[in-house]
Every structure is written in structure tokens, then in C-alpha cells.
């Protein structure tokens, strides 16, 4: 229901906003757009500060799907011009999410963001969401440290694993991700929201550049993490300014991880949120007892699930 509406808004709202050269040059390339019945109430291209990349791409793939005459480069076409418009008419963006968009999707589509006349769109994000990259869209992943680097708020989700290319019949494994998503961290200027869903793969990488951001990093949240072959958390436990940490249904925690934690002072970090199945590392739930000034007799801080807990299925939001 959510896409068809997005669909009805792209076609009703944001292409009568393209002026008579756009519509000329869409028309060179064989896209015949429909006349435009009436001017728009609003200038809704000037309205885009928040922008979901895979949403906006599907409407326009749909709308693409029933041109009388489908050409093979109409969606990079229509896209290109939009966003465009969106840079000329607004301003470049607060916010970007970034989601897979499945093995049928060639970088292309995605690269057009790292265009010279559209890059700009995208350098003043504050607020960027990404959400676990297929192989083949590597390339944007690659740009984005040099592109984003004002981004406030982090969200990472659903990365799942390494991914596993043939040479020669043989199984490769391709790390290019995780050291993108390291690169990525490393180039803020002042990121202060870090937070990761339901991922099970480059932690290590992640937060060991978390020490680059230990100035300004305020919130860290951690929700079906699964922090196996982490190793040691030592650019968390350089991130002495924090205020509010939480961990939520994560698993792999030992007790080699949290020992750089121990010791440490983090004199304005209020609280440390444990919501856990099981009895989990005790010796994370001591440190997280000590920091929240509880006994270390005590669990009172700690939320421990003792009914079935399905990591694998879980959803959060």
C-alpha cells in the first residue's frame, strides 16, 4: 500500500514539477512524458529534505514499466533528472537511507548519487541509514566515505556476512564492505549517534574506528548484535563522553571484548540499558552494575528474558 501510494506521489506530484528543457531532454532520450492536466499546488520537489533512495527508485522502475516504449536506460534517465531537481529546488539532502535492493540491481542505478552535478545532493547529510549492501552495489558504498563525511546520526542493519565472490571456481571472500563501512566512520567530522541492528558481520572493523569519533559520539545502541570474532572493544572504551549505551538482545559478548572497558571512567554516561537473554557475560553484567551504581549482587538493572527467545526472527524497529 506504502509503494503504490509512493508511486501515485511520483507521478502526480514530482514529475509536473519538470520544466520544458528537463521534459526536452527526457524526450531526446525516447521518454514521452504525459502533459501535465494542471500546475501543482506545491512546489513538492522543493519540499525533499529526507530521501529513501530504494523507495524512490521502485516508483520509478513501476512508472518505467508501463512507458508505451521501454527503453533500457529510462530509469537512470528519470532518476538523474530528479534528482537534480531536488538539488536545484531544495538544497541538499538532511537525511539518506540506503537499502539492498536485491542481486537483479546493477551499481548504476546507485552510482548516479557520486555524479558530479548530483554529488552535492548528498554531502551535507546529517542523518544516514544503510541497510546491509548486495556485492553489486559495492561501487556507492566505496564513494560514500569521501562524499558523506557530516553525517550526525549513523544507522547501520542487517549486515549479515561477508560476501563470497568465484575466482576459478573457488570461493572468495570480499571484505571491500567492511573496510568501506570502517573508512565511512573514520571520515566524520562530529558523529554523534552510532547504531546498529540486527548485523552479525564487521563489527571488528567498526568499532575499532569508533576511537576517531570518541570527541563527539554521545549515543550508542546495539539491537540483535551478534558480536562473535568482535575482538577487543577498545574504540568504544575510547569514547569517553557518552551518554547512553545500550545493548539490546545481542549475543557473542566475552569477556575478552569488554576488557577495555574495565577501568574506565565515563563520568557523564548515566546508564547502561542491558536487555539480554539468559545470563549472558557476567563479566559485562558487572561492569554494566557498576557503572549504574547497582551492587554487584544485583541484577536490578538488567533485563534478562527467560521465556524463547528467537534472535534469528526477532524485529526491531
Known amino acids: 500500500m506504502l509503494r503504490k501510494k509512493r508511486i501515485k506521489e511520483f507521478s502526480q506530484q514530482l514529475l509536473p514539477d519538470l520544466d520544458v528543457e528537463e521534459r526536452r531532454d527526457l524526450k531526446l532520450k525516447g521518454i514521452k512524458l504525459p502533459p501535465v492536466s494542471q500546475a501543482p499546488l506545491f512546489n513538492y520537489s522543493s519540499l525533499i529534505r529526507h530521501l529513501d533512495y530504494g523507495e524512490m527508485l521502485y516508483a520509478v522502475e513501476v512508472w518505467c514499466s508501463n512507458l508505451p516504449k521501454k527503453r533500457p536506460d529510462s530509469v537512470v534517465s528519470i532518476m538523474r533528472v530528479l534528482l537534480r531537481l531536488f538539488l536545484n529546488n531544495a538544497g541538499p539532502l538532511s537525511s539518506l537511507k540506503l537499502a539492498t535492493l536485491g542481486e537483479n540491481y546493477n551499481d548504476e542505478k546507485c552510482m548516479i548519487l557520486t555524479e558530479p552535478e548530483i554529488k552535492n545532493l548528498i554531502t551535507s547529510v546529517r542523518t544516514l541509514s ?139 554516561l548515566e546508564e547502561v540499558k542491558l536487555l539480554q537473554y539468559g545470563i549472558g557475560c557476567e563479566e559485562f553484567n558487572y561492569w554494566a552494575n557498576n557503572i549504574n551504581g547497582i551492587s554487584s549482587t544485583s541484577n536490578s538493572n538488567i533485563c534478562t528474558v527467560v521465556d524463547e527467545f528467537e534472535f534469528e526472527n526477532t524485529i526491531i524497529c
Not at 572493523?205 to 551478534?226: E, N, P
Open 130 to 268: 544503510l541497510d546491509g549492501f548486495d556485492y553489486n552495489q559495492q561501487g556507492l558504498l566505496t564513494r560514500l566515505p569521501d562524499l558523506c563525511q557530516n553525517v550526525e546520526h549513523l544507522y547501520l542493519r542487517g549486515w549479515y556476512g561477508h560476501q563470497q565472490y568465484k575466482v576459478d571456481d573457488i570461493s572468495q571472500t570480499n571484505d571491500s564492505a567492511a573496510v568501506s563501512l570502517r573508512r565511512l566512520i573514520k571520515a566524520q567530522k562530529n558523529l554523534k549517534t552510532f547504531d546498529m541492528i540486527n548485523c552479525r558481520a564487521y563489527l571488528g572493523y567498526m568499532i575499532s574506528a569508533l576511537d576517531t569519533q570518541s570527541i563527539s559520539l554521545r549515543s550508542m545502541k546495539f539491537r540483535l548484535v551478534d558480536f562473535k570474532d568482535c575482538g577487543p572493544w577498545e574504540g568504544l572504551a575510547s569514547c569517553m563522553k557518552l551518554k547512553n549505551l545500550e545493548f539490546w538482545f545481542c549475543k557473542g559478548i566475552t569477556h575478552k571484548m569488554i576488557k577495555p572497558l574495565l577501568g574506565k571512567i565515563f563520568s557523564e
